[in-house]
């Protein structure tokens, strides 16, 4: 084995072993290029830290970083990648028998664990590069933990970082060592170089090294240069646009985990001319490039995201954080000092964010829910979590899987069905995993796998979504996910062609949530017009939502499922508009098929205040979409009439509402008649003179009651205006009470003279009569109601039916007043009969 070159942390690598010895975890944390990666590793294996038929699995964030760390490691071991040292990521797997070290993306591991639970194949992991906090190494840290504590306490567990808060960490692993080592570095000077982030960055990548060349220290300008960029393209035309510029004077050398071996090599290697290496933020942490004295730092990334829409993992274009950016810094002072260039302004710094948000927290988390439970953690409400996600994505992931038929209900502690099982054994998101499954089903396999490709690879750029799928092309990437994904199925499936209904019927079981109807934008004459040349239509989802489309583009149907939306604002909108931009036709029938929660039978009563009525209405829906709605006579009489009463008369006699219901209000909003004022004056003087009878309340709760009694059967407009509300209010009352109130306190009285007269019987105020004076001669008092109880205020009129006295006291009024009044009216109306003593005349 040829001799090393010392590195940082060589001096503490027989303690890391011993203290791994005594110990199930260990925590690492060591600043980039101490040499923790290739290392560390392979030091545990020589030490027999785990046993021969099991091997080390180190986790590291990217492919390029996990393929280059295996290289290195085989070649200071003095052999060939592939033999005890292997790598492994999705489309490469260089590993043999023999392979005891296997570097591999942290998804990987996951798949290892659907496979294999207990991970028997293993007998340490380490996870390298924590401090980025990717959802899959929370998840591996979170779910070996609980391995170790439960039915592996022999597996070791190592966490490294370059930079780490350690405090959680140390918390969440009880009893691990922490080693910390901090390599010696050179200062590193920082100048902003803003520009117009709108130009092609392409352009300020290119004058920031013109700068460089001619203002740079001439130390700064004998070293090579490194610049972050966020992805491949932009490094692509960052080597394309400095080629032509500079090509001559520096080694233009891209690094991305699509370069053949050779190309990667030359990074790394001396050169004649100072190298200018375009990578992306592989090469903040997990790769160490010597000789760099100058960086040129866009302060953009590709961060881990999702489409909002469908939940599908997409790379979002995102600022850096300031921890990034300081790592990005750093890079140029590890030999020399350096110095970096940002090419955004101080303020943009200041306002960025200081650590990166833990992926836990923004991603969509479907395929992670499903990957636990079929490592065998079924109940999620127990899990271990290093960090635990937001209750509302845990909820929604849960309620999708369900959806999809993964879960045999929508909570987190739902067993898996056998269905959900094969879904979790498909390396892809559960959407895409249910159609291919539904796919080979029907028979359309082949198309499916294209067109899941498409759809993974965010690639959907025709709104028909099948036109693409006969008139377009596969990238490379995408045949290798065909290639993926079809392994998982046998080779005639996986060839199989169909016709579109069976693919879109596939569809619809991968996106159920995702289903749209059509209907015309309301628009003005001009814009119906353009409507009618195929111009904007709307599309209702079924989750409530709504999108606009084309509609000269857009396939034939009512029916969709949308695969695919943008969010635009225009000039004076105050927020975006959704625009639909793929989409399948279906047909509404298939919905029926639907099993859960989307497809809803129910049966709701409605006012139609055109026609006057209730009528129930019978309505089968998909979500918020109606697939069926019929109307007919209410099956239940009793809610019928609360909602006319609610609907048409305004009253609520059975919500918080009624608590306060007074019989003022409730005369003026049915009308206020005399004749039903009368009626519960009536009732409420009777009350008072009986509180022993069983009458109702006429305040709050109890009016309410009783007024449901009375309006019994009153369910339209003609129910109403032909109900004769008096009477029903006596038919509501027990038989008992009602001739009780007809006895006590009747509608009319007959006077002493013979004369029948009115009872009036006003709200709130004392019930009375009126009559000629001459029709209480002979009477020495009023007539009384109620057993006496209640005496009627009586209105005395004159021979003109004007009132010249109104009193309950008739004994008085004869003795006191009547003397004088009787003077007026002898000389008024001399041809009528004045009596001097009229209580006996």
Request: proline share 7%; glycine share 8%; net charge neutral.
């Amino acid at each position: 084995m040829p001799k090393l070159p010392p590195l940082p942390i060589d001096p503490l690598l027989p303690q890391i072993a011993a203290a791994l010895r005594e110990a199930p975890s260990l925590i690492v944390q060591a600043t980039p290029g101490s040499g923790k990666t290739t290392r560390i590793p392979p030091y545990l294996l020589a030490q027999g830290l785990v046993e021969p038929e099991r091997e080390i699995l180190v986790l590291v964030p990217r492919r390029l970083a996990a393929k280059m760390a295996a290289l290195r490691v085989a070649e200071e071991l003095g052999e060939s990648v592939g033999e005890r040292v292997g790598y492994q990521f999705r489309f490469e797997n260089v590993a043999g028998p023999k392979t005891r070290l296997r570097f591999l993306t942290e998804g990987m591991l996951l798949r290892f664990l659907v496979q294999d639970p207990l991970l028997k194949r293993a007998g340490m992991v380490i996870l390298d590069e924590f401090h980025e906090r990717h959802l899959h190494s929370d998840v591996a840290l979170s779910y070996l933990r609980s391995l170790q504590q439960g039915l592996r306490p022999d597996l070791k567990l190592l966490v490294m970082s370059a930079t780490l808060q350690l405090e959680g960490l140390a918390q969440f692993l009880p009893g691990s060592r922490v080693f910390q080592l901090e390599a010696p570095a050179f200062p590193v000077a920082v100048e902003y170089l803003p520009s117009d982030p709108k130009r092609p960055i392409e352009a300020r990548v290119r004058e920031a090294l013109a700068y460089a060349k001619n203002q740079a220290p001439p130390e700064i300008r004998r070293g090579d240069v490194l610049v972050f960029l966020p992805g491949m393209g932009e490094i692509l035309r960052c080597a394309d646009a400095l080629e032509r510029a500079f090509g001559g004077e520096f080694l233009i050398l891209p690094l991305h985990g699509e370069l053949p071996k050779e190309a990667q090599a030359k990074v790394f290697a001396k050169a004649e001319r100072p190298k200018v290496i375009l990578a992306t933020n592989v090469a903040e942490t997990s790769l160490t490039i010597e000789g760099v004295t100058l960086v040129i730092d866009s302060g953009l990334q590709r961060q881990a995201s999702y489409s909002w829409w469908s939940g599908i993992p997409a790379l979002k274009t995102r600022p850096t954080s300031k921890a990034s950016g300081i790592q990005r810094a750093g890079r140029a002072g590890r030999t020399a000092p350096g110095l970096c260039f940002r090419l955004y302004s101080a303020a943009d710094w200041e306002a960025r964010l200081a650590f990166e948000t833990p992926e836990i927290r923004r991603s969509d988390l479907a395929q992670t829910l499903l990957e636990i439970k079929a490592m065998g953690t079924e109940r999620l409400n127990g899990f271990g979590w290093f960090e635990a996600p937001p209750e509302g994505a845990l909820q929604a992931a849960a309620a999708l899987l369900h959806q999809l038929g993964a879960t045999e209900a929508p909570d987190l502690d739902a067993a898996l069905t056998g269905l959900g099982r094969r879904m979790a054994a498909i390396p892809i998101h559960p959407r895409l995993a249910r159609f291919l499954l539904e796919a080979e089903r029907r028979n359309c396999l082949g198309d499916a796998l294209r067109l899941a490709a498409l759809i993974s690879e965010d690639a959907l750029e025709e709104l028909d979504v099948f036109h693409q799928l006969e008139t377009g092309r596969l990238s490379e990437p995408q045949r290798r996910l065909i290639a993926l994904w079809g392994g998982h199925f046998s080779k005639a499936a996986a060839q199989a062609r169909a016709c579109e209904e069976d693919l879109a019927y596939a569809l619809l079981t991968g996106f159920p949530d995702r289903v749209a109807r059509r209907r015309m934008v309301s628009a003005s004459a001009e814009k119906r017009r353009a409507l009618e040349r195929g111009g904007e239509a709307e599309l209702v989802f079924c989750n409530g939502g709504a999108g606009l489309l084309r509609g000269e583009a857009s396939p034939a149907g009512e029916w969709c499922v949308v695969l695919d939306v943008q969010e635009k604002q225009h000039a004076g909108q105050t927020r975006p508009k959704v625009h639909v931009s793929a989409l399948a036709a279906i047909k509404p029938e298939w919905l029926f098929d639907w099993q859960g929660s989307l497809l809803v039978e129910e049966k709701e009563l409605v006012w139609d205040e055109r026609l006057g009525r209730v009528f129930q209405v019978s309505r089968i829906r998909y979500g918020q979409l109606a697939l069926s709605e019929s109307r007919e006579a209410p099956e239940d009489g009793v809610a019928a009439e609360r909602l006319f009463l609610k609907s048409a008369l305004g009253l609520d006699l059975e919500g918080p509402a009624a608590e306060s219901l007074e019989v003022p209000g409730l005369l003026q909003r049915l009308g206020g008649s005399e004749a039903l004022e009368a009626e519960f004056s009536r009732l409420d003087w009777l009350r008072r003179a009986h509180p022993e009878a069983p009458l109702p309340e006429l305040r709050g709760r109890g009016l309410a009651d009783f007024l449901l009694k009375v309006l019994s059967g009153v369910d339209s407009r003609q129910s109403w205006e032909s109900l004769d509300l008096p009477r029903a209010c006596l038919e509501a009352l027990p038989p008992e009470v009602a001739s009780l109130l007809s006895r006590e306190l009747p509608g009319h009285v007959v006077l002493q003279a013979g004369r029948r007269v009115k009872v009036h019987y006003p709200w709130g105020r004392e019930p009375w009569i009126e009559s000629r004076l001459q029709d209480f001669f002979g009477m020495k008092e009023g007539p009384k109601l109620a057993g006496g109880c209640v005496p009627l205020l009586l209105h005395l009129l004159a021979p003109n039916q004007r009132a010249v006295q109104v009193t309950k006291d008739l004994a008085g009024f004869w003795k006191n007043t009547y003397p004088e009044i009787r003077k007026q009216l002898m000389r008024r109306y001399p041809k009528h009969r004045w009596p001097e003593s009229p209580c006996v005349a």
